[in-house]
């Protein structure tokens, strides 16, 4: 899988949208293109994952309640290739939280220098590096099921060029909105990341 995927095939699409002509396939990968990243932008995160572990840099802040710092970094669901420096000082002794996500199949987004870590972190800004294999493992069931509702929307959209789907006359006239549909929403509410790491 790669970085910023499309969360469905076109064949899935073309499924869900129980049509067979070949002809509106690269129309059906440009609107599932254009949902995945309705989704990216929703929840604040995205659900690929790099080939290959690459360094990014953080500033840490300190966890009063615990007692210790952290860094919010990037979703990483493997810690193949994991590595953590502060100052260009390798740190072996680090936690990766939150501690219960990979039996939760989620994603770890933080890095804690709890009591033991070599080096603490001071707060300045950068200081902390992390290398990665950044993003999810595998794509969430929940966030394909989102993809493909919003693609079909955007796919329905070229009938719909005032933005109103179906007729008034026979009462299922349904406006569409400049954002995520309602029910992509509902659906999305447990994958959003309300602090941007950094």
């Known amino acids: 899988m790669a970085w910023a995927p499309s969360y469905a095939t076109v064949d899935e699409l073309a499924s869900y949208l129980r049509i067979d002509d070949e002809v509106d396939n690269v129309e059906l990968g440009l609107a599932l293109d254009a949902a995945s990243r309705a989704v990216d932008e929703h929840t604040n995160r995205q659900f690929g994952l790099i080939d290959t572990p690459v360094e990014r840099f953080y500033t840490a802040r300190p966890d009063y309640e615990r007692g210790y710092w952290v860094v919010d970094v990037d979703d990483y669901q493997t810690a193949v290739g994991l590595a953590v420096e502060v100052d260009a000082a390798a740190v072996t002794t680090f936690a990766k939280e939150p501690v219960n996500a990979a039996g939760e199949g989620r994603p770890w987004t933080r890095v804690a220098f709890t009591d033991g870590s070599e080096f603490t972190p001071t707060g300045a800004r950068d200081e902390v590096g992390v290398t ?13 099921q989102a993809a493909l509702l919003q693609a079909s929307r955007i796919f ?4 719909a060029p005032f933005g109103v789907a179906g007729s008034p006359e026979l009462g299922n006239e349904m406006r569409l909105l400049a954002k995520v549909d309602p029910d ?8 959003r990341r309300l602090r941007s790491p950094g």
């Open 132 to 144: 990665a294999r950044w993003g999810w493992t595998t794509v969430p069931d929940t966030i394909k």
């Open 156 to 159: 329905k959209r070229r009938d």
């Open 184 to 191: 992509v929403q509902v659906s999305l509410r447990g994958y």
